[in-house]
């Protein structure tokens, strides 16, 4: 739980975003902002699949400023953008968890940009959990796909 909230928020031992962001653990950074990171996930529920988070340290949605709010919506946005033009899919999912009963497992607050799997929707189960090289791979393919929206 937070000071200010009743959301449940989940114990990390550090934040494995914050590593990434700063260079401390290997992560695809699809591209960031002032505000903003996208990476791309190893874990990939779609095709592809992005996450979209502030730079700095905030545990749930409750906690964002308008303007990283208003900048994390635009980041989505442009996610979307990416991945339509660069995998060309029929849907896009976004999704959001606050709170570990809501499926939050990092306590860094994170959108999630997904292309459909090839049967539809996404994959909410276990999936295999691939490698930086990997996630370059979808990056560049992305970047080369889709002409970002600055």
């Not at 739980?1 to 959301?7: A, D, G, K, P, Q």
């Not at 996930?41 to 340290?57: A, K, N, S």
């Not at 991945?83 to 499926?103: F, H, R, T």
Request: charge should be negative; hydrophobic fraction near 35%.
């Amino acid at each position: 739980m937070t000071e200010n909230s009743s959301i449940d928020i989940p114990q990390n031992d550090g934040c494995a975003f914050c590593a990434y962001l700063s260079g401390e653990r290997p992560y695809t950074i699809l591209y960031r902002t002032v505000d903003t990171a996208t990476f791309v996930t190893r874990e990939q529920r779609g095709l592809p699949h992005l996450l979209v988070l502030p730079i700095r340290h905030v545990s749930t949605i409750l906690e964002l400023t308008d303007v990283e709010t208003a900048s994390l919506a635009l980041e989505v946005r442009n996610a979307a953008i990416l991945i339509d033009k660069a995998y060309s899919k029929p849907g896009i999912a976004v999704w959001q968890n606050n709170g570990v009963p809501a499926g939050q497992t990092i306590s860094h607050v994170h959108f999630h940009v997904a292309g459909t799997l090839d049967d539809g929707g996404t994959d909410f189960g276990d999936v295999k959990e691939i490698s930086v090289d990997e996630t370059d791979l979808i990056a560049e393919k992305l970047m080369n796909g889709g002409n970002r929206k600055t």
